[in-house]
């Protein structure tokens, strides 16, 4: 158990609908980074947040958004589903002064049909 | 964009014999990166690799960073079958890439035959 959390577990909705991912960081992570994982795609880096801050985005749809509030959870929006979004989303978190070494949570899987 | 290739794709071996999955970077390095994600579950850090030459062992895991900083590898002696899984590298590239903002190669799927 890495102590990130992350929900729901599971998600199935359709096309078109808009979805949100909630993930709490380890106690004390100030940093928290969202990742798409698909088969074709392999584990694609979204964005991550510092304190409240976006830092660093990836390849992230304009479809998608995230925040991450003063309680350093942070949440991604998903809206306007395609089938392509079906994936597994993780996020990860850091400690302050080794960004680079992450832990992820147990992730979210969405199905979208 | 910084593309980080991982070969092989997949590996199949009997229990006991050895294991090697290669990382290669398109552009230059600050760090390296290594992950297991066991099937059905998450990706978990093994190591962080920094300086140029870079040995580390963990057990029966070694891990290099090449001397360019372009390329790293993990070989694993006499793999038992708790090994199984998905072995990624992931780099943050040099010269100005954000902290935190990782580049993952596609992962070595092991499968080990007891």
């Known amino acids: ?113 | 964009g910084q593309q980080v290739m991982q070969i092989p794709q997949y590996q199949h071996v009997q229990e006991g014999e050895d294991f090697t999955t290669y990382c290669n970077s398109s552009t230059t390095l600050s760090n390296i990166q290594w992950y297991k994600q066991r099937p059905g579950g998450h990706p978990v850090f093994l190591i962080q690799l920094v300086k140029s030459g870079e040995v580390k062992k963990q057990k029966r895991l070694t891990f290099q960073f090449g001397e360019a900083k372009k390329n790293s590898s993990l070989h694993i002696t006499a793999t038992q079958t708790t090994d199984v899984g998905t072995y990624f590298c992931a780099g943050r590239g040099a010269g100005g890439t954000s902290y935190g903002k990782l580049t993952f190669g596609q992962g070595t799927i092991l499968t080990v035959h007891p």
């Open chain 1, 1 to 113: 158990d890495s102590g990130v959390t992350q929900t729901p577990k599971h998600l199935i909705t359709a096309t078109g609908q808009r979805v949100t991912l909630r993930c709490s960081p380890r106690s004390g992570d100030l940093s928290v980074y969202w990742y798409q994982q698909s088969l074709d795609q392999g584990l694609q880096f979204l964005i991550q947040y510092y304190n409240g801050e976006e830092r660093a985005k990836g390849n992230i749809l304009e479809r998608f958004s995230a925040q991450q509030f003063p309680d350093l959870h942070s949440e991604l929006n998903l809206s306007s589903l395609e089938l392509g979004d079906s994936a597994l989303y993780f996020c990860a978190s850091s400690v302050a002064g080794t960004p680079d070494t992450q832990y992820f949570g147990p992730g979210t899987r969405l199905t979208v049909l």
